[in-house]
């Protein structure tokens, strides 16, 4: 059965997914990009992100290049997708990722506000789905042709499938960074209770990686 | 200057520092000595707290030692102390740690309900302050003779010094473990806002270890 995962999902050691305040400027919240030191180091990210060639190998690198292994969809928050809030003005925001965004695959963003799938270069095209977190889950499965889906974030929609149990696997690193302030991944969550527990523990010098499943 | 330390202590995956209801039979709450896990196995903790020889060195014992190390007077929140609530029925409670505590030097507990001090062997001798924490930290400094004095928790007492930058240096581990409820150790303590860094990161099999640091 394909799963449905979270991968590469980073948060601060006082446990915040993205700090304050997104907007243009900062896709992430402010302090954000801190957390992902780990991950732009990798030779993976450098590849996907920037097309460059280098980078780092290693712990790392091998949670990097295991976020993409066997994903044939992806289901994003709106807020991953771009900075706007309420109904869209208009069709101008194509994402933070320029005309060839780094999926190469189909995209469900979950919205409250209908628009038209938008075709970009590279295979990816952004679903935007109204109807709620189940049934991007299912149009994302069928999409997939029975790869799995990952599940990008941000927090409030990782938050959304922990509580519906629908998150089979949930790789999550720890920046050694203080935030401050933004959203918990783990606030009004009980994982213990939802039948989860932490399977694998590997630190590199950035970062320390957790494999959560469910059991 | 000598400093305020918190040391070796431990808080779940999700962020917890102790689980849900304490009590005689569950000292560190229902499900948290599963934390104390790296702890347990060291020489240090093995000789401290069994007099046992044996137990692991390496990173997780590294960290139990410097613990102890430059130590004059420890600080206690009441429920570290024992299990009762309210004033005391009488003072038959002793501590959890027998006739001989761990510490062997002056101990300053905080509670709401005043009792004489209780001299134990080994030099160890608790004090109990009701003039609240800033008023325990000089009587603890005074008492630690030039040393250092170590914040033993729980995570509401780290938090009241923490709000007041009182404390200098505070080692966190983190285990892969989920406790899904409990007191959480960064719930409304915006460390950044209060000029803490975190200093350094390193890894065992059992735990991950972080520095955070007052600027």
Same mark, same amino acid.
């Given at each position: 059965?394909?799963? #449905? ?16 305040? +997104? ?52 289901? #994003? ?26 999926? =190469?695959?189909?995209?469900?963003? #979950?919205?409250? =506000? ?12 952004? =679903? ?30 990782? +938050? ?18 203080? #935030? ?21 523990? +590997?630190?590199?010098? +950035?970062?320390? =990686? ?6």
């Amino acid at each position: 059965m394909p799963k #449905l995962r979270v991968e590469s999902f980073t948060i601060s050691l006082d446990g915040f997914g993205a700090g304050p305040d +997104q907007d243009l400027n900062n896709p992430l919240g402010v302090g954000g990009a801190l957390l992902h030191g780990w991950a732009f180091s990798t030779r993976t990210i450098q590849k996907k992100l920037f097309g460059a060639e280098g980078g780092e190998s290693g712990i790392d690198d091998d949670f990097a290049a295991r976020g993409f292994r066997n994903v044939g969809a992806w289901i #994003l928050g709106r807020n991953m997708f771009g900075p706007i809030r309420g109904p869209w003005p208009d069709e101008s925001w194509r994402g933070w990722w320029g005309d060839d965004p780094v999926y =190469h695959v189909p995209v469900f963003v #979950l919205t409250h =506000h209908a628009r038209p799938p938008l075709v970009m270069k590279g295979g990816t095209t952004f =679903h935007f789905v109204t109807e709620g977190p189940v049934v991007a889950l299912e149009r994302a499965r069928e999409a997939a042709g029975g790869k799995d889906v990952r599940l990008g974030g941000g927090v409030n929609v990782i +938050q959304q499938y922990l509580r519906q149990r629908l998150v089979d696997e949930m790789h999550i690193a720890i920046a050694p960074v203080l #935030l401050g302030a933004g959203e918990r991944l783990f606030d009004g969550v009980d994982l213990r209770a939802l039948g989860y527990a932490c399977t694998q523990q +590997q630190a590199s010098r +950035q970062a320390t =990686h957790f494999v959560v499943t469910r059991q």
